[in-house]
T-cell receptor
């Protein structure tokens, strides 16, 4: 079956530090890949997505590249801010081009200190 | 544009009881999905409804059931509650058939079973 493995947290960084959160996946076929962010007391918000190999998703300074050869979709940001503190979830959907039936990783808690 | 809303925000039930959670989809969306998020874990897909029919189900027993209404609001019903049903229940809506296939999540309902 499908699965997503994320780097375990929590991750604590100083403001303006470089961020990487690792994500690898197992899926049949060609899944779509997503990063969601969850702020305290809120639901999940889509951060970025990629629907095919070598696609790069980007939003708000975050980037992730769909690497089929390594089955990875690592999240990166060059300079984090205190407001980026949240839980980040990597997810996949094995319905091509669709977000149906998302399979999520266990989440990575990020805390950014001023 | 109205976002996804869920009610109630929190509730406490006793083992063996039944519970109904409600979700109002984002305006214009025709698909709703439900997820269970245990503490410290990623969301797990329960099921999805499209045009009032179940359109996919995760690994959850039949005591988890749902409804989708013509106005695209939805209910999640759980019978014979167990302690392990304690979790955050997330509703997500999307618009199948357009490029905007992302799932938009509500803030969730926190269920505690004692």
């Amino acid at each position: 079956g499908n699965s997503v493995t994320q780097m375990e947290g929590p991750v604590t960084l100083s403001e303006e530090a470089f961020l990487t959160i690792n994500c690898t996946y197992t899926a049949t076929g060609y899944p779509s890949l997503f990063w969601y962010v969850q702020y305290p007391g809120e639901g999940l918000q889509l951060l970025l997505k990629a629907t095919k190999a070598d696609d790069k998703g980007s939003n708000k300074g975050f980037e992730a590249t769909y690497r089929k050869e390594t089955t990875s979709f690592h999240l990166e940001k060059g300079s984090v801010q205190v407001s980026d503190s949240a839980v980040y979830f990597c997810a996949l959907s094995d319905h091509p081009g669709s977000a149906r039936q998302l399979t999520f990783g266990s989440g990575t808690q990020l805390t950014v200190l001023p | 544009e109205t976002g996804v809303t869920q009610s109630p925000t929190h509730l406490i039930k006793t083992r063996g009881q039944q519970v109904t959670l409600r979700c109002s989809s984002q305006s214009g969306h025709n698909t709703v999905s439900w997820y269970q998020q245990a503490l410290g874990q990623g969301p797990q897909f329960i099921f999805q409804y499209y045009r009032e029919e179940e359109n996919g189900r995760g690994n959850f027993p039949p005591r988890f059931s749902g409804l989708q209404f013509p106005n695209y609001s939805s209910e999640l019903n759980v019978n014979a509650l167990e302690l392990d049903d304690s979790a955050l229940y997330l509703c997500a809506s999307s618009l199948v058939g357009t490029p905007k296939y992302e799932q938009y999540f509500g803030p969730g309902t926190r269920l505690t079973v004692t």
